[in-house]
């Protein structure tokens, strides 16, 4: 088959260049690698309308001849003639998604500009005709310079032309104009050029698309785009504290019952203390938070399912860009949102290594759903529940404004780590904006439903296993009449060791003791919290009021910011260091940002700390 002349199909992912290939060879097929790489080679043989036959490649789908993986770079060198054991091809067939012109058009230009002889098949077609576009084929041809043909690869529609056009180019009937553009031009201006095709060319089109079109004009520009993002995130951080007040003050009041249920119903002693300082006020310490957390994901179903998640990705390229990050690196640091361990695992559609392992070592930065218990409950017990502005609290400000640290940490520890360890070129990425739609509401239940089930399952065996094991560790020995039994139980003997290292920057025993457990789940801090106040108040009153009470009551204002400077940067769960260690395969990137991360979070609780106690908060 080496002697035949060589037909490659190339486009864009998703354009159904695939089932264009099984369409045109049918069985006559065979699977290979490159030579060298581990990229899949498919072949088949397919007969023109004058009987010749002819070798028919199906390369790897890529956005743009500027390549970003390694099948990317095969499908660069086989169009440029390097790629080892492979001939330059004889034709080439751009296969281009007819309901996303704008976008495959881009490619389709660099492809045009090489100066092979090349058609163009504008495929899915009734998709598109469907949605009610409609497509002039003899301007887009004349536009690009090269035969445009219709076709519907997964139902064989439009071969016939298509093979038609191919037996012309191979027998050297239809030669290429040249393109007043070169292949190394600005992906920018490649794209622009593509947008002034696709509008020049379309006859007509659905007005979903006319309403996306012109959203998009203002949710993806420069200035807008960026303003709207951080307003939507804004009213989300809003809504986290005022929409959850009434089923916060539920939650509170059901386990103070089942609190005053368990004393009433046994006598004093260490099963009564395990039930009611243990599970109870530590689990409910941290269930209590459960409505904050579905409103945050509420508000994140609601993005993703409208098509507007994908447009946050894109304003947040050029930023990420600038410190040296992939625009692939968005969507793992995305998830990490949600937490950290399915963000890190998601770095594999990373390819650059570099790029890769800066991600995975920033991820634990971006604020996972585990850190909002430990930040609602220091607002709430901190910072006055009043508005700064029409309909803008003062609490769901500093929330907001502890997720955009978080962010800004992230961004400066990856331009650090891109310019000194993980030194390399950064790559941008190319993404298709899907159309606006109204989210299905039965879809956002059931995963909201499932939010609910992970987080209470987490607290019913996680955080209970690790609040049972502190109330054990606080409750023995037993103190001697007078003292403290916090102070006298083996966790405050150890919490003991550790204070001196944290009281510089403004932490005291209790909170020594509670970073340790913290450590398996960050919303164990505050479990920890409420068990250890829960053992060590003697007062009923006291024992009758809430966490957020007993830290209002205890704690400085400095020390309370500097909890909160600490948990924006401090190392995330135990399973977030073990999926970084199988993800980089060996201990040392585990224990590098364990250090790291540690000290950025002491250098801030100590910051905000001295700084507050400057003020004189």
Partial sequence: MTTLPLVALVGNPNAGKSALFNALTGARQKTGN???????????????????????????????????????????DVLFGKQEGERLPSALVVVIDATNLDNHLRFALQL??????????????????REGLVIDLDALSAELGVPVVRTVAVRKRGLDDLCGTLNGLVAGAIRLRKGGHEVSDDIIALQRRARAIAAKVTVEESATRRITHRIDAVALHPVMGPMILAALLFLMFQAVFSWS???????????????????????????????????????GSVVVFLPQILILFLFILILEASGYMVRAAFLMDRM?????????????????????????????????????????????????????PVYAVIIAAFI???????????????LFSLYIAGIVGAMLAALVLRRTIARGASHGFMMEMPKYQAPIWRDVALGLWQRALVFLKRAGTTIMMVTIALWAL????????????VQYSVAGRIASVLEPVVRPIGFNHEIALSIIPAMAAREVAVSSLATVYAIDTADEEEQASSLVDRLRNRWPLPTALAFLAWFVFAPQCLSTIAVTKRETNGWKWPSFMLLYLFGLAYLAAGATYWSAVALGL
């Fill in 384 to 398: 006055p529940n009043t508005r700064v502005g029409p309909g803008v609290g003062l609490q769901g400000l500093v």
């Fill in 474 to 485: 606080l409750s023995f020995p037993q103190a001697p009449e007078g003292q403290s039994q």
């Fill in 34 to 76: 490159y030579p060298g790489v581990t990229v899949e080679r498919k072949s088949g043989r397919m007969f023109l309308p004058d009987g010749r036959p002819v070798e028919v490649v199906d390369l790897p789908g890529t956005y743009s001849l500027e390549p970003a993986s390694p099948d990317e770079s095969v499908t660069r």
């Fill in 112 to 129: 045009v500009a090489l100066g092979l002889p090349t058609v163009v098949a504008l495929n899915m077609v009734d998709l598109a005709e």
């Fill in 320 to 372: 990420m860009a600038r410190v040296g990050l992939s625009g692939r690196a968005f969507i793992p640091l995305l998830s990490s949102f949600a937490c950290a361990i399915p963000g890190i695992m998601a770095t594999r559609t990373i390819d650059d290594p570099k790029d890769r392992l800066t991600t995975i070592l920033i991820a634990p930065l971006m604020t996972c759903s585990a850190r909002l």
């Fill in 245 to 283: 007040e009434a089923p916060v003050a539920m939650i509170e009041d059901l386990f103070a019952w089942m609190q005053k249920a368990v004393e009433a119903a046994l006598p004093e002693g260490l099963i009564r203390s395990a039930i009611s300082n243990g599970i109870i006020a530590g689990v």
